[in-house]
């Protein structure tokens, strides 16, 4: 009995480790929770959501299993703000986590501007790399253990230069445990993001830095497959080299470009109602139409479970915990139609409350940010033994 006992603990480990994969699930834009699943592009099946991409030659490695088709909602984003991503190992926080330790690997964060966020393919060339990180000697650690460590959240400074227009937003994890054996796993997904930005100008990219999305990694780069347990440091990383926009615009200027009657671009695209009473990732409730009669209040009645039944079938597997909060509402309209209370609707146009997991208690600083400030005081020091 004791040995089976053992055998089962041991499968139960092994079917753990082999399922704590991760997906990225939520959009941060200056430490605020812009909704679970909103302006994300993730695998829409539960059950295998959390799955690295199966093929580097894959189209799915552009924004993830089912990323070459947009979301409804695209956010928006002045340049110079901070975008955080976040990472778990279940889609709908139903348990804690981020990744399993295991997964040891390098982080990236690549972006691509795209002229109609609707149509326009993620797929192909025009992907830049904004940032990347491996294997970290001062902390010894590798950036997906610092992901981990900051509860599944990685963050960005937009460059302040960027151009104002609709971008592609792309974290990607790249975890190494079997990478010996010929599997490098690879995690990625897209936000939508519409940058505000005074500046118009494309960036003249250099070829060395811009890359085709697939086709960017090939299977035998050394990055790839290399071995986490007997490593020989420095890690190699895979992909182009990180690409630094030239400009100093200033965030506050950048700003302005959200209302300002200028040049400027506008978003025209995948807006968020101002008017809705609650959202599930890229859906929203609005209210039904006012009634004064027992055929009006009915028709309300099934113009809200309508609603319900959309958001239930648009919802990713972040879950549809807002579609209940909405599904209250109709409950409420049927109580009063079924009192006899035929002027409504109830609460009309009041807010509801979101059900959405509580985020993070703490969203760490931009990665960016800090090696600029590295970079920053290694000036400093040099010119400090200069000047001696």
Known sequence: MKQLSSLLMATATILTAVEAHTVFTTLFIDDVSQGDGTCVRMPMDPETCTNPVAGLDSDDMACGVGGTKSVTFTCPATAGAK??????????????????????GPCAIYAKQVKDIASDSATGPGWIKLWDEGYDDASGKWCTEKVIDNNGLLSIDIPKSLPGGNWLFRPELLALHNADKGDPQFYTGCAQIFVASDSSAALDVPSEYSVSIPGYVQADDPGLTFNIYEPQFPYPMPGPKVYQPAGSESKAKAAVALTSSSGAAKQTQGKIPTNYLIKNANWVGVEVPDYSTEDGCWASSGACWDQASTCYDSAPPTGGANCGVWESKCEGINDACSAGDFNGPPNKGQKLQSADPAPPLEIPGAVNAVRSRRRRARRAMAMALLSR
């Open 83 to 104: 975008l955080s991503f976040e990472w778990r190992l279940w889609a709908d926080a139903e348990q804690p986590g981020a990744l399993d330790p295991s997964h040891k």
